[in-house]
C-alpha cells in the first residue's frame, strides 16, 4: 500500500494505491496525518489506483472526514472502482461523503 499527499490547487490531494486493508492501515493512518492536521484545504482522496478498502480503510476516511468538517473543510472521493463503489453503498458511506 502506497499513500502519497500532495498540494494540487490548494487541495490536499492524497493518492491511494494497492490494498488499504488491516495490515496496512497502521502506516496509512501515519502517512494520512497530514490531512488530519491541514486548516484551510479541501482533501480529496483519489481512489484511482486503490485495488481493496477494509473496514479499517474505511475508519481512516471516516476519521479525515471528521476532523475535516468542523475546520470548514470538505473531503471528495475521486476515482473509485465500482468493487470499492460497492463496499461505500453496503456500509452506507456512500452517503457520507462527496465524489468527484
Same mark, same amino acid.
Given at each position: ?28 493512518? +501515519?502517512?494520512?496525518?497530514?490531512? &488530519?492536521?491541514?486548516?484551510?484545504? =479541501? #482533501? ?8 481493496? /478498502? ?16 468542523? +475546520?470548514?473543510?470538505?473531503?471528495? &472521493?475521486?476515482?473509485?472502482?465500482? =468493487? #470499492? ?8 458511506? /456512500? ?6
Amino acid at each position: 500500500m502506497k499513500t502519497t499527499i500532495k498540494e494540487q490547487e490548494g487541495n490536499l490531494v492524497a493518492i491511494f494505491e494497492g490494498r488499504l486493508d488491516t495490515a496496512a492501515a497502521s502506516q496509512t493512518e +501515519k502517512d494520512m496525518q497530514p490531512l &488530519i492536521d491541514c486548516i484551510g484545504h =479541501d #482533501i480529496i482522496l483519489d481512489c484511482t489506483s486503490l485495488q481493496y /478498502i477494509s473496514s479499517s480503510g474505511l475508519r481512516l476516511f471516516l476519521n479525515v472526514l471528521k476532523n475535516a468538517k468542523p +475546520k470548514g473543510s470538505h473531503v471528495y &472521493i475521486t476515482g473509485m472502482n465500482e =468493487d #470499492i463503489r460497492n463496499v461505500f453503498a453496503m456500509t452506507g458511506f /456512500i452517503n457520507l461523503f462527496e465524489f468527484k
